[in-house]
């Protein structure tokens, strides 16, 4: 009679363990759909401290913060933020843009050179004019100072893969060392990436292309014109 109710015990456990699954799959869910709900109510400020108990659990000394405390939080006016912004990248960008624009404004060469961003680049352009003298790839006196300060920000962004462009306007040239613009244009470019390996920056995140007059900013159709589309642009991209 003992081993029968043991048989029996055992047979009953077994057609209810199954309630012991049901229950985890239940409490996860329940926890999945807190943190979902947690989430959609939040403000930045909040979500900031919620990042910032994560990497408490990594090994930080910030206090943490739990995940009920991330529930019913007031709403707040301005609550959108994006992935760059939580982690960081987004303050990143902006650094490097800053610094930039220093760059610029100290060697008075607003006029001659344009940065921005988009896209997740960030496009350095410079007026040819400024680096080069005209249908040669020799650097002018004041380029060396620019590019030397230019070089210094990238090499101080290794995440940053570079792209050197080097643009031409549509007025031919035939010369020994340039058959043509694409050579020109190309023969700059590389003149630049060269100056940037000799500053220290890693060749492995740098590329240089030359693109003749083909992707000109503004019709070549006038003078003016012509000065804007000769031009060296370095375009900064993260790559995984």
């Known amino acids: 009679m003992a081993v029968e109710g043991i ?14 699954t049901y229950a985890d799959l239940m409490t996860l869910l329940l926890v999945f759909f807190i943190l979902l709900y947690s989430i959609s109510s939040l403000n930045l400020e909040k979500f900031k401290h919620a990042i910032q108990s994560i ?40 650094e490097m843009l800053e610094s930039l624009n220093e760059v610029i404004a100290d ?3 607003s006029d001659n050179i344009l940065v921005y961003a988009k896209d997740g680049k960030i496009t350095i352009q410079i007026r ?15 380029a060396i100072p620019i590019l030397d300060e230019i070089t210094s920000i990238i090499q101080s962004y290794p995440e940053y893969f ?11 040239i035939k010369t020994v ?3 043509s613009n694409w050579e ?29 007059e083909l992707l000109p900013l503004v019709d070549n159709d006038s003078s003016e ?13 993260k790559r995984d």
């Open 184 to 212: 020109l244009s190309a023969v700059r470019a590389t003149t630049v990436l060269k100056h940037l390996i000799a500053g220290g920056v890693n060749p492995h995140r740098l590329t240089a292309t030359g693109y003749g």
């Open 162 to 172: 570079t792209n050197i462009k080097g643009h031409t306007d549509d007025v031919p």
């Open 55 to 94: 990497q408490v659990s990594l090994g930080e000394t910030s206090p943490r913060v739990g995940l009920m405390d991330l529930v019913n939080v007031p709403e707040s006016k301005d609550q959108s933020f994006t992935i760059e912004d939580m982690t960081g990248l987004r303050a990143r960008e902006q």
């Open 177 to 179: 060392q340039f058959p």
């Open 7 to 20: 048989d029996n015990f055992i047979e009953t456990s077994e057609e209810k363990g199954w309630l012991l």
């Open 225 to 237: 014109n012509r000065a804007a589309n000769r031009r060296v642009e370095f375009v900064l991209e």
């Open 107 to 109: 060697k008075n060469q």
């Open 128 to 142: 040819g004019a400024v680096l080069f003298t005209s249908g040669s790839a020799k650097f002018n006196e004041i």
